[in-house]
């Protein structure tokens, strides 16, 4: 697969790569993700979610099917889930589907939820979603074997890589979905809502001072801070609006 469109971070495939390289077996490692970590799960979301069809919400339905047809992705599963906070997760591996909690759709004006839900189909068109459960997977099976000798310096080294991955992967999702929606001012409100956890506080961040936070973690220059700082999978918010900021204004990051 090809990552030469503008909305990918430039080390995007180049940390891919790299996880690629270190993930011994992937396929088998899939194959226990399918027949342990999809099936028990399966229960659970079918009986405690509605599934977005043609037949339940068809409005949402339509809308989500049509932007996955416009970005060249097959349509997923759609659920809803009852939750206090905002989020949208696309998740599995060979079969993805979308998760999205009530208070999101509820809540959210139009364009935000757009937002979000192409962040989820760039996640699934790009299989993210699907590097995201094999290195998840590799994780809890590691976590069962530290008996191995040398299995912990592996496990430290694996995460390190497979975060470094998550994070250009988190960056280039929310510059695809600027992109679905052209509107930079929303696209950093999105961002926002979903780090506060509330809609009309996520108004009154100031944008510059926001920003402005990451020279103090700059500031932290000793080993436990930065071993905290690339334990990361998701890029710290600020350098989030950052990079919008900068792929808005030149059309790549």
């Keep these: 697969m090809e990552y030469m469109d503008t909305f990918f971070h430039p080390l995007f495939a180049e940390k ?19 027949e342990y970590d999809g099936k028990i799960k399966k229960p659970d979301l079918l009986g405690k979610t509605v599934q977005v069809t043609e037949l339940q919400f068809p409005e949402l339905y339509k809308r989500i099917k049509q932007m996955a047809e416009t970005a060249g992705c097959k349509i997923p599963k759609i659920f809803l889930y009852e939750d206090f906070y905002y989020g ?16 999101t759709l509820a809540d959210l004006p139009e364009k935000s939820f ?19 459960a094999v290195s998840e997977q590799l994780i809890r099976m590691m976590t069962d074997c530290t008996k191995i000798p040398g299995i912990d310096l592996f496990n430290d080294s694996f995460q390190m ?32 809502t979903l780090i506060m956890n509330n809609i009309d506080l996520a108004e009154h961040v100031n944008i510059p001072a926001y920003i402005a936070q ?3 973690i700059y500031l932290l220059d000793d080993v436990v801070s930065r071993y905290t700082e690339n334990d990361e999978k998701i890029p710290y918010g600020p350098l989030r609006i950052r990079t919008l900021l900068s792929y808005a204004s ?4």
């Excluded at 077996?25 to 226990?32: E, T, W, Y």
């Excluded at 937002?115 to 760039?122: C, D, K, M």
Aim: aromatic share 10%.
């Design 250 to 253: 030149v059309g790549r990051m």
């Design 16 to 34: 891919l790569s790299k996880l690629q390289e270190i993930i011994p077996c992937p396929d088998a490692v899939l194959d226990c993700y399918k």
């Design 161 to 192: 890589t497979y975060s470094a991955w998550s994070r250009c992967a988190h960056y280039s999702a929310d510059c695809f979905a600027y992109e679905t929606i052209k509107d930079i001012q929303i696209s950093i409100r999105t961002v926002l």
């Design 114 to 132: 757009d937002f979000l839900v192409a962040r989820e189909i760039f996640r699934i068109k790009y299989d993210v979603v699907k590097w995201t």
């Design 214 to 216: 990451m020279k103090d």
């Design 88 to 103: 949208m997760e696309a998740k599995g591996a060979t079969n993805p589907r979308i998760e999205i909690s009530t208070k």
